[in-house]
C-alpha cells in the first residue's frame, strides 16, 4: 500500500473545505501539458500548492509548482488543478485519482480533464482536439484496487457510459462556437514514460483507438466511480510512433501544446459558460 487511505483524503477534503469556502462548485478541470485555465469573469479566491493539499509526498518539478486554485462568482465555484499526477512518475493509482476524488468529496459533480496524447489514426491532425468517447487502459491497474473497492459502492464499477453523452455533446457545440471542429474518439492509456512502438500503434489502431496518452482513464474511472459526470478532451499533439515515419520528441509534443492553447482555452472558456448557466 502506498499509505494514502481514503480516511486520510476525506480528512483532506475536510481540511480544504474550511480553508478554502469553494461555494457551489459547478465543476472540476484538470489541465495537463502546460494549460494554464482562467475563468473570466471570475475570481480567483485561493491557490493552494499540491503539497499543502494532498496527504502524500508530492514530487518536486524544477519551475513548476503545480496548484489547485478556487474561482468564485457569487455562491457558485469552480475548482481548477493545473497539473496532475502520473503512474509513470511512480505515483500510484489512488495517488493518481487523488484529484478527482478530492473534486467529487468536495461537491464538483463535473469532471473535465485535459491531456496531450499522440494521434493514432492518421486523420487526426497534430493540433486538433479529440473528444474522448471511450477508453482502452493499457495501464494494468485501477484506481479501485483494495480499499478503494470497498470505500464505496459498487465495486464492479459499469463503464459503459463513463464519457458523459451531455457533456460531449456540449463540448461539440463549444468548439463550433468558438470557430473549430472537434471529432470524438476512443483514448488508449499507456503507462510511460516511454512513448510506444510503431507495432503497438498499429495494435492500437485495429483495437480502434484514436489517440493514445499516458494519463487520465485512472481519474475518468475514479470520478465516474463517485458519480461525478465526466469530460475528456485530447490535444493531439504529434503523430504516434510509425505513423509519422519518424523519431517522436518531447519538445514537439511541448511546443504543439502550446500552439493549440488557445483553442483549447476557449473551448473550455465556453464549457463554463455552459456549465454555470443553466446548471448543465
Ligand atoms: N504517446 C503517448 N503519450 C503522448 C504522446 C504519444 O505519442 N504524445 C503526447 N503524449
Redo the contacts with the bound molecule.
Keep these: 500500500m502506498d499509505g494514502l487511505t481514503p480516511r486520510a483524503l476525506e480528512d483532506a477534503a475536510r481540511a480544504f473545505a474550511s480553508a478554502y469556502p469553494t461555494g457551489t462548485l459547478a465543476a472540476a478541470f484538470v489541465a495537463g501539458s502546460g494549460i494554464a485555465l482562467s475563468a473570466p469573469g471570475w475570481e480567483k479566491a485561493a491557490e493552494a500548492a499540491y503539497a499543502e493539499v494532498f496527504p502524500f509526498p508530492v514530487a518536486e518539478l524544477p519551475g513548476h509548482t503545480p496548484t489547485v486554485t478556487v474561482w468564485r462568482k457569487g455562491g457558485a465555484g469552480l475548482l481548477v488543478f493545473n497539473g496532475r499526477f502520473h503512474l509513470y512518475q511512480g505515483y500510484s493509482a489512488p495517488q493518481v485519482a487523488a484529484i478527482p476524488r478530492l473534486a467529487g468529496l468536495l461537491g464538483a459533480p463535473v469532471y473535465v480533464a485535459t491531456n ?3 494521434a493514432i489514426d492518421p486523420a487526426v491532425p497534430p493540433g486538433s482536439l479529440v473528444v474522448v468517447r471511450d477508453h482502452l487502459n493499457f495501464q494494468g491497474t485501477s484506481p479501485l484496487l483494495g480499499e478503494w473497492g470497498r470505500w464505496r459502492a459498487p465495486m464492479f464499477l459499469d463503464l459503459t457510459e463513463a464519457y458523459d453523452t451531455r457533456l460531449r455533446a456540449m463540448a461539440v457545440r463549444c468548439a463550433e462556437a468558438a470557430g473549430f471542429a472537434v471529432r470524438e474518439g476512443v483514448y488508449v492509456a ?1 503507462l ?1 514514460p516511454n ?2 512502438t510503431p507495432a503497438e500503434v498499429e495494435a492500437f489502431r485495429r483495437m480502434g483507438g484514436t489517440v ?3 494519463s487520465t482513464v485512472q481519474e475518468v474511472i475514479a470520478a465516474h466511480h463517485l458519480g461525478m459526470r465526466v469530460l475528456v478532451l485530447s490535444l493531439a ?2 503523430l ?2 510509425g505513423i509519422a515515419g519518424r523519431p ?1 520528441t518531447h519538445q514537439e ?1 511541448i511546443e504543439a501544446g502550446q500552439a493549440a492553447r488557445g483553442r483549447l482555452e476557449g473551448l473550455l472558456q465556453g464549457l463554463i459558460a455552459e456549465l454555470t448557466r443553466e446548471g448543465a
Design positions: 496531450a496524447t499522440g499507456t510511460g512513448y510506444e493514445v496518452g499516458m499533439t504529434n504516434a510512433a517522436l509534443v
